[in-house]
């Protein structure tokens, strides 16, 4: 079946490191690909998506490209914030299954001034 | 433009009560999504609704949960009886989606956060 695997966390940054969280997936057919983040004590929001194959999300200066040939959609980000401290959830959804998320296990970040 | 909104936020119950978790999705969105999150993991989808008619209910466990939208609009999910391990998170969702489209965002809500003792 459709699975997403993320890197464990917690992952501990000082402010202006580089961020990389690892996102593999499994899927049959063409999923769409997705990051969302929760900030403490908030709900899961939208951080950015890819649709096909080479295409870049981007938002709030994280990037994620869709890779299909490595079957993955690693999260990056330049220069961190202590304002970035949150988990990360990627997930995929594919068409044959109705266009449900299936998340990863989330990846918690902490970046410390 | 309101979002996602779901009552109760907080719910302790003892094991074998029921409980209901109830969800108003932003206006216009024809699907909704019943998603439980469990400490530690990522959300897995409980329940799909595409406007009052279920998608996917292949993960719920029919024997103690059921969910109902009634016009299309508001949905509630229902816990009866209860069991520790259905302390959780239940989360709602809704999306404009009206055919399964795997693109088209889906919007949480803040989440009801259910411990069983």
């Known amino acids: 079946g459709n699975s997403v695997t993320q890197m464990e966390g917690p992952v501990t940054l000082s402010e202006e490191a580089f961020l990389t969280i690892n996102c593999t997936y499994t899927a049959t057919g063409y999923p769409s690909l997705f990051w969302y983040v929760q900030y403490p004590g908030e709900g899961l929001q939208l951080l950015l998506k890819a649709t096909k194959a080479d295409d870049k999300g981007s938002n709030k200066g994280f990037e994620a490209t869709y890779r299909k040939e490595t079957t993955s959609f690693h999260l990056e980000k330049g220069s961190v914030q202590v304002s970035d401290s949150a988990v990360y959830f990627c997930?995929?959804?594919?068409?044959?299954?109705?266009?449900?998320?299936?998340f990863g296990q989330g990846t918690e970040l902490s970046v410390k001034p | 433009e309101a979002g996602v909104a779901q009552s109760p936020r907080y719910k302790i119950i003892e094991k074998r009560q029921s409980v209901a978790f109830w969800c108003n999705p932003i206006?216009?969105?024809?699907?909704l999504y019943w998603y439980q999150q469990i400490l530690g993991q990522g959300p897995k989808l409980l329940i799909q609704?595409?406007?009052?008619?279920?998608?996917?209910d292949s993960q719920l466990p029919k024997d103690r949960f059921s969910a109902e939208r009634l016009k299309g609009v508001d949905s509630t999910l229902k816990i009866q009886p209860a069991k520790l391990e259905d302390s959780a998170v239940y989360l709602c969702?809704?999306?404009?989606?009206?055919?399964?489209?795997?693109?088209?965002?889906?919007?949480f809500g803040p989440g009801t956060r259910l411990t069983v003792l």
């Open positions: 609704f595409q406007n009052n008619g279920v998608v996917d």
């Open positions: 969702a809704s999306s404009l989606a009206t055919s399964g489209i795997t693109t088209d965002t889906q919007y």
């Open positions: 206006s216009g969105h024809a699907t």
């Open positions: 997930a995929l959804s594919t068409y044959n299954q109705g266009g449900k998320l299936i």
